[in-house]
């Protein structure tokens, strides 16, 4: 990895990409007093929150904001794997940051009110291990295989539509998955809180399921849903013929 503007600006980028990921979206969550339908407010507000992330960051970073989303892009060869490191460093560096300023404007009586902690909910109790884990596995892998579909030169045509589409995709996770474990979908997310407030929680079947996805999720893309067939040759926009044998 040469270290140039570039690398910088992707690291700050991303630096910065997770930062405003926490604040925006963990202060929707915070202001969302607990009512039967609250979830789904908090839901909608983090999926409009990754949409924002991903139009003003998209084009310096990738908008990653996830050690999940940046592993799968690197297994997939789209990313090395030290520029991979330091996209998950900055990931968490931003997160702790972002969460820092965050509860730096909250009043006092909205982060007493927030249980266990701001931006950060416990898995149903009912739930054994093995279940957060499926959950957590199964909802990660659905973030993971959007952004492999998003990086797949097949959908090079639906790029202006990204930030809409992954929104998308993380309010239905959310509207399927809060009530369960939380639907975190982010190691950043999931730790940062944790390690803010030194919290005493099991989170390692979350951070299993996540991984898991970030591992698996893109070999089954690649050998799986990706055809061996070479793209065809265009020019204009148009496809360009060749001579029948």
């Not at 970073?61 to 998950?88: E, K, Q, R, W």
Request: hydrophobic share 45%; net charge neutral.
């Amino acid at each position: 990895m040469i270290l140039d503007r570039t690398t910088l600006s992707r690291a700050l980028g991303e630096f910065a990409a997770t930062a405003l990921l926490m604040i925006v979206g963990c202060m929707g969550v915070a202001m969302t007093f607990p009512e039967e339908t609250g979830f789904l407010v908090g839901s909608l507000q983090y999926g409009l929150t990754v949409g924002i992330v991903v139009h003003v960051f998209g084009c310096v970073s990738g908008a990653h904001t996830n050690p999940s989303v940046s592993i799968s892009c690197c297994i997939l060869g789209h990313i090395a794997f030290d520029m991979m490191l330091v996209y998950v460093a900055c990931q968490l560096a931003g997160g702790l940051a972002g969460y820092y300023f965050l509860m730096a404007m909250l009043p006092k009586d909205v982060i007493d009110q927030s249980y266990p902690a701001v931006c950060l909910q416990e898995p149903m109790a009912d739930l054994s291990d093995i279940q957060i884990l499926a959950v957590e596995f199964t909802l990660t892998s659905v973030l993971v295989l959007g952004w492999c579909a998003q990086w797949d030169v097949r959908n090079g045509s639906c790029l202006d539509s990204a930030p809409i589409r992954m929104g998308l995709l993380v309010t239905a996770c959310g509207f399927a998955g809060n009530q369960l474990t939380g639907a975190s979908m982010n190691p950043a997310k999931t730790l940062v809180p944790l390690l803010f407030h030194d919290h005493q929680s099991t989170f390692y079947p979350q951070l299993g399921g996540q991984t898991l996805a970030a591992v698996l999720v893109p070999f089954i893309w690649r050998y799986a849903l990706t055809s061996n067939a070479k793209p065809m040759k265009t020019t204009s926009r148009r496809p360009k013929r060749t001579r029948q044998y």
